[in-house]
């Protein structure tokens, strides 16, 4: 969808387990977003990002969750000791400013569900 | 009360018609509104933007905000089965950085 490139699509964890969520923003894109999605809810920002840096976790939950973009490969938002409530739609945007000018792409997502 | 007020619908009309979908927003600092829409277990696909108050024409779509209002509509003309998804409206302005509030979401049904 729109060239924003995200898996697994589908991610299956039991309650404890670490998952890991990865995202290649569209070609020329260096600015990053995770929204998470619940059922019958719309998308709730969790962080945004740029190279090497955070610069908005405004969103993200204080505790067991971290988002990364390093200098070479993808974004990676990481959910530590996951349990029944992490269960979601998971989906990541690039713009290429980060100014809310800029339209964000969004992948297909990945449905993360705990067992 | 929510930042961004949607009606989730389902909203059900014959192929042909004219359908438009509304969200109503508290924040007067938001100026830059878009639509997307959402396939079943697809992301959200970028189908309007537009910065500030007036309309945006694109094809059988027509965006329209009224920031006096906080209120802004998407119209599809001559609406085609195609067009079944979720319709979400979404907003941001330079004072919220760079994140985007999303309305719940419009559940849209054509039927043919």
């Known amino acids: 969808n729109a060239g924003v490139m995200q898996n697994p699509r589908h991610l299956v964890r039991r309650r404890g387990q670490e998952a890991r969520l990865r995202c290649s923003p569209m070609?020329?894109?260096?600015?990053v977003y995770w929204y998470r999605q619940l059922p019958e809810e719309g998308l709730k920002f969790m962080v945004y990002?740029?190279?090497?840096?955070?610069?908005?976790e405004s969103g993200m939950p204080k505790e067991r969750f971290s988002a990364e973009f390093p200098k070479e490969g993808p974004s990676i938002l990481r959910i530590q000791q996951v349990v029944r409530g992490d269960s979601a739609a998971y989906f990541c945007?690039?713009?290429?400013?980060?100014?809310?000018?800029?339209?964000?792409?969004f992948g297909d997502g990945t449905r993360l569900s705990i067992l | 009360q929510k930042e961004v007020e949607q009606d989730p619908g389902p909203l059900s009309v014959p192929e042909g018609a004219i359908v438009s979908l509304n969200c109503t927003y508290s924040?007067?600092?938001?100026?830059?509104f878009m639509w997307y829409r959402q396939y079943s277990r697809k992301g959200p696909e970028l189908l309007m933007y537009?910065?500030?108050?007036g309309n945006k024409e694109d094809g059988r779509f027509t965006a329209q905000v009224d920031k006096s209002s906080k209120y802004i509509s998407l119209f599809i003309r001559d609406s085609q089965p195609s067009d079944s998804a979720t319709y979400l409206c979404?907003?941001?302005?330079?004072?919220?950085?760079?994140?985007?509030?999303f309305g719940a979401g419009t559940i849209l049904r054509v039927k043919s």
């Open positions: 945007a690039s713009s290429p400013r980060g100014s809310s000018n800029q339209p964000q792409h």
């Open positions: 070609k020329g894109h260096s600015h």
């Open positions: 990002l740029q190279k090497e840096n955070i610069i908005d």
């Open positions: 924040n007067s600092a938001f100026q830059y």
């Open positions: 537009t910065y500030s108050s």
């Open positions: 979404a907003m941001g302005d330079m004072e919220y950085g760079n994140k985007l509030v």
